[in-house]
C-alpha cells in the first residue's frame, strides 16, 4: 500500500507541513508517510479492511494543524513563521479583495464625507482628500489585474464624478464668473458624459441579442416629464404651489434646455455604465449611480443652476446643512451599504435590489428630512414634505431604475458573471442565506 | 488521559531502552501505559524534531528488514535531561499524592 496514493493522507500530510521549506517538508512527509504505512499494516492485521485501516491511522495522526503549528514552531524562526503567515493570509486577501477594497473604499468615503461634507460637495474644484485615495485604488487596480477591476468600480465612480470638475480647474480660479456658473455646468459634463455615453452605447449594442425593452423607453420618456415637474412645483409655508404660469406662451421654452441638459445628466451615466456592464455584470451599476447622485442629485442640481423659474432666470440657492445630509446619506449608501449588499449578492437580481434598495430608503429619507431645507420653508407641512420627497425620489430613482433595466437585458455575460470571476467569492454560502432560501414544506 | 505536558519525557524514556523509532514509540507508550496515556500520534514527530534540535537526542537512517527508517537515540545530554525530567516528575506525583491522601 503507498500511502502517498491515499487523497485523505495526501491532504493531511500538505496542511501539516504547509509552509515549511520543500526540503524539510519532505523529509517529514517521508516520516509521516512510515508511521502511517506502519499504522495501516497494524489495523489490518488486527482484521480491518483496507479502508477502514487508513481511516483508523488517519484519526491516530490527530489533527493536522495543530501538528502544522508544532512542526512550525519546531523548524521556523519567528521571521520565517511571519512570513510563512503572510504567504498564508496573502492569497486569502486576495480572494476576498473585491470586498476589503470596497469595504476601504466606503471607509475612507466615510471618513471624508462625514468629517468634511462641506469640502466634499463644494463642487469639487478642490482635490479633496477621497480622490487621492480613489486614484490609488484604480492604479492598483491596473497594476494588479491590468484592467478596471471590479473591486476599484466604487473609486472609478468616485473619479468620474470629478470629470467635470477637473475640468473646470483648467478654466481658472474665478469660480463665480458667468463661465463657472452657466457656461461650464451647461455644456462642459453634457460633452464629456455623452462622449463616454455613445462609445458606451456602441459597445453595449454590440454584444445585445435582444431588443432594448419597452420599458426602457418608457423610462426615458418620464425623464423629461419629473424634471420638469420638480421646475414647476414649489413649496411654501402654505403647502404646494404649481408655478403653470410658467407654463403660458413660449415661458416654457426657456426651460427646454435646462430638460434635455438634465436629461443627459440622467441618461448619460446610465450609458457610460453600460461598458463596463457588458463585462462585469450589474455591479457596474455603481458607476452611472455614483456619477448620477454627484452630478446631478448633488453638483447639478437644479438648485444650483440658473433655471427660468416664476418668469425670470434665477441663479443657485444657498447651501445648508440640511442639503449637505440630503447629499451625504445617499453618498454613504451608494460608497459603502451598496457595494457591500451587492459583493454577496449570487445573482442578477440580488444585485439588482442591492443597487435598489439602500438608494431607495436612504432617498426617501434624505428628501423628506431635507424638503425643507431645499425650499427654504419653516413648516412646509405633511402634503409639501410627501410630494417633496415623492418627485425628488422619483428624479433621483429614474437613472438607477434605467440602469438596471437595460443591465438585465443587456448582452449573456451582463447577466450572471461568476462570482469568482469578480472577485466575488467572498461569502460563501452561509447559514442564514440557505434559510433565506428553504422554502417551507 | 492527555500526555500534554509529559510526552517529552516519555519519549526520552522510551528511547532510554535503546534505538527506536516514531511508530514504535507511540505504540510503547500506548501499550505500556495500556492506552491510559493517549496522544495524537501526529505530534510525536514535531516533539522529536524539538529534542533533536536542543541535542537531547539524535537523529539517523538505517535499513532495516528493507525498509529505510529514520531511527532517533537519546545523547548523554538526553539521559541527563532524563533523569532530572524523571527526578522532577517524581516529585511532582509525590507531592500530588500527598495532598490527595491527606483530603481523603
Redesign the interface.
Known sequence: MNPQHDPAFERWLSTATEGLGRDRAAEICAEFADHYEDACAAYVAQGHSASSAQAAALADLGDARTVQHMLRRVHLSRGERLVGWLNWLAPRLWRHRALIATALFGLAALVVVVGDHRHWISYRGHLDPLTPIALAFVIASLVLERRPAVWSYPAVGYLLTGIWAWLLISFGPHMNGPLWNILAPLLLPPIVLIALSVIGLRAWRRGLERRIPAGAWLIVALIPIVIAGTSLVQLTDDGVIFRTSDLAGRRWLANVPWVIYSMAMVIAPVAIGLVAAARQGIFAALIPLGAHFALFVAIADPTYHPTFYDGIWQMARTLSTLEAIKISLPALALFLVTPLWMLQARTTKERAIAAWAPAVIVLALANTYGAAGLQQVSNPGPAAMITNTLLMSLRALLPIVLAVTLYRRGPAAMEDPSPAELGLDVLPDSSIRRLARRRPT | MNVKGSLQLLILNALSRGAS???EI??EIKAKSRDVLD?????L???L??LE?EALIEAYSAEVDG?R??YYRLTQAGERALSEERREWEAYVGAVNAVLKEAS
Open positions: 523509532y516514531g511508530y507511540a505504540k496522544f495524537q500520534e501526529g505530534t514527530y514535531p516533539t524534531h524539538k534540535k525498509r527508517r529514520r
